[in-house]
């Protein structure tokens, strides 16, 4: 893992285990020589199959990561980024994501 940032493990299982994540992701600048202080933290998710979530829930997500790592995060789901029609801006992100938690 490359990451630039601490990564609170317990944490993290925490909340994968609250909102069924069966994996969390991180990718962008925490991944790469240019995060820095200011740096917000881009963070990608798969659910479980039988999981159901409403904006107002990843919203709800996006809040407690940015409580867990300290910084504003970025919450994607991975099915949006492989469902994108920009291969570019794909490719990119699945190939830099770092894993940070599996099921």
Do not use: Y
Not at 38 to 45: E, M, P, R, T, Y
Not at 51 to 56: D, G, K, Q
Not at 92 to 101: D, M, P, T, V
């Amino acid at each position: 893992m490359n990451a630039h940032i601490h990564i609170p493990r317990s944490q993290i299982e925490r909340f994968c285990h609250r909102w069924q994540v069966s994996e969390l992701a991180l990718f962008g600048s925490v991944v790469r020589e240019e995060f820095g202080p200011d740096s917000d933290v881009d963070v990608l998710v798969q659910f479980q199959p039988q999981a159901r979530h409403t904006l107002l829930d990843m919203a709800r997500m996006e809040d407690e990561l940015r409580q867990i790592f300290g910084r504003d995060v970025d919450l994607v789901e991975r099915s949006a980024i492989e469902q994108s029609r920009n291969h570019f801006r794909r490719k990119a992100i699945l190939q830099s994501a770092e894993s940070i938690h599996a099921a």
